[in-house]
């Protein structure tokens, strides 16, 4: 079936470092996706979002890079700080959305 | 201030008693949706609505009835629960071809 997965459970970056995190899809006909981050004890809160007919997009301190030729989404967070720590999660679709398992992002002072 | 609002946000119960989460909005988004987290399987959808009267399942949807008799609230109705069904739930909102925004979520515990 079709899927979205992340390539590592856990990133650890020092603050200060730009940290990238990776997701992969299995649906060539995906054309949204959006990343998430999600704190302890809370829900799902929206960073970014894409869709196919890009290929990057730029928010405050946060890229997201699209290649549809490998199915791949990357999340490029620059100059992390301890509260960027958090999982974050990849997912594709407007109404039916298929979330991937998430990376959780450990950043130390 | 615009938000997603679940009650309750814990619960233990036992088997086969039945519960009820609420869900309310209050953002006039047409668009709500359930969605259970699950340890190792990430977030995956329940229920949604496109609009007042008009739900649909989403990938789990066994074990589950929702309603949609009003805009803002999305109640998830579990008329028989098991303990399958201990989890994390999340609902959510958004106008429809936008971004969705959760509540904070709801740990149901089922002995």
């Known amino acids: 079936g079709e899927s979205v997965g992340l390539h590592l459970p856990t990133l650890s970056v020092q603050e200060g470092d730009n940290s990238i995190i990776n997701c992969a899809y299995s649906n060539s006909a995906s054309d949204y996706f959006i990343w998430y981050k999600q704190e302890s004890g809370k829900g799902p809160q929206f960073i970014i979002d894409?869709?196919?007919?890009?290929d990057k997009r730029q928010g405050q301190r946060v890229t997201v890079l699209l290649n549809k030729t490998v199915k791949h989404l990357s999340l490029q967070i620059a100059a992390t700080q301890p509260g960027d720590s958090a999982v974050y999660f990849c997912?594709?679709?407007?109404?039916?959305?298929?979330f991937g398992t998430g990376t959780r992002l450990l950043v130390s002072p | 201030e615009a938000q997603v609002t679940q009650n309750p946000r814990y619960l233990i119960t036992v088997t086969g008693k039945k519960l009820t989460v609420t869900c309310s909005q209050n953002m006039n988004h047409e668009y709500m949706s359930w969605y259970r987290q699950d340890p190792g399987l990430g977030l995956r959808q329940i229920y949604y609505s496109m609009n007042v009267e008009v739900t649909d399942k989403g990938d789990v949807p066994e074990g589950y009835k929702v309603s949609r008799k009003e805009k803002r609230n999305f109640p998830l109705i579990l008329e028989s629960p098991s303990p399958n069904q201990t989890s994390l739930y999340f609902c959510?909102?958004?106008?429809?071809?936008?971004?969705?925004?959760f509540g904070d979520g709801t740990r149901l515990s089922i002995l």
């Open positions: 959510a909102s958004s106008i429809i071809g936008e971004p969705q925004h």
């Open positions: 997912a594709e679709g407007f109404q039916k959305l298929v």
């Open positions: 894409i869709r196919s007919n890009m």
